[in-house]
């Protein structure tokens, strides 16, 4: 599997950590109850397609990347700098 | 009370020559690396060619040349190796003193891109990756990076405390790509 890391072009997978999905980036308010709280720490999609995930360029530069990946074909559909996707 | 004797990280360990290719240690002189404060990019950039005469690196590059070289090293980070910093960097960049931090080395000889192929993820033949270029990747399993300086020539940085380790593997992997003649 390759991954294309927005610094440093397509890397092989063994220098990227995986985190999990990308909801790590749409936190809810402190206030936003415990029912989305709950979601937020629990509960996770296990989407057959096209999912959003959280890697770590450990074995490069450091950067977090938001990337766009098939579960089923394996494609990996894009990827983004985390510290844009929210900017 | 004793004197203390200063080592470098590969004191004992180097140099080493199997076939055509030499690993041997580099004294880079200091080691800061450099990251610029929002939006000073290119003052700290105008800076680093005032004092040193070198630009600060685009991704994957690196500037300058032996005796005062700027290494990327990441998202908005460079290390500056050679000179001492000049006080006018510090208005735009965040610099911290890593010349203890890092093992220094060089590879060198007709086989060096074969060896490095047996170690490193990446493409790292001429083609690809000129003179100037540089990468943070992996050796065997040691975060590193990996600079070419010359036509024949890498310098590669791990962490200090990966020394032995490092002359390990490239030892290991010159010794393989010699054995194949």
Not at chain 2, 106 to 112: I, K, N, S
Not at chain 2, 117 to 122: D, Y
């Amino acid at each position: 599997m390759r991954i294309t890391c927005p610094h440093c072009g397509e890397r092989d997978r063994r220098e990227f950590y995986y985190r999990g999905a990308a909801v790590d980036l749409d936190r809810p308010a402190p206030d936003a109850g415990a029912e989305a709280w709950d979601n937020f720490v629990y509960l996770r999609e296990n989407p057959a397609g096209v999912t959003r995930e959280l890697w770590y360029h450990e074995g490069g530069c450091g950067a977090w990347i938001v990337v766009t990946r098939n579960t089923v074909t394996h494609e990996i559909q894009g990827s983004q700098l985390a510290s844009e996707v929210n900017a | 009370m004793d004197n203390l004797i200063a080592k470098s990280p590969c004191d004992g360990l180097l140099p080493l020559t199997v076939g055509t290719v030499t690993l041997s240690e580099e004294d880079a002189g200091e080691v800061h690396s450099l990251a610029p404060f929002k939006g000073q990019d290119k003052a700290l950039s105008e800076a680093m060619k005032t004092a040193h005469g070198m630009a600060f690196p685009a991704a994957n590059r690196a500037t300058g040349k032996a005796g005062a070289r700027a290494v990327w090293f990441g998202p908005a980070q460079a290390m500056l190796m050679g000179p001492a910093p000049d006080a006018a960097l510090a208005d735009h960049a965040a610099i911290v003193d890593q010349s203890d931090a890092w093992a220094i080395v060089r590879l060198e000889g007709d086989a060096a891109e074969a060896v490095l192929a047996r170690l490193v993820p990446l493409d790292l033949r001429v083609a690809q990756f000129k003179r100037g270029h540089t990468a943070r990747s992996l050796l065997f399993h040691m975060t590193a990076s990996i600079t070419r300086v010359g036509e024949n020539a890498f310098q590669i940085m791990v962490f200090r405390s990966m020394a032995e380790s490092l002359v390990h593997d490239l030892k290991r992997a010159m010794e393989g790509v010699a054995a194949r003649g």
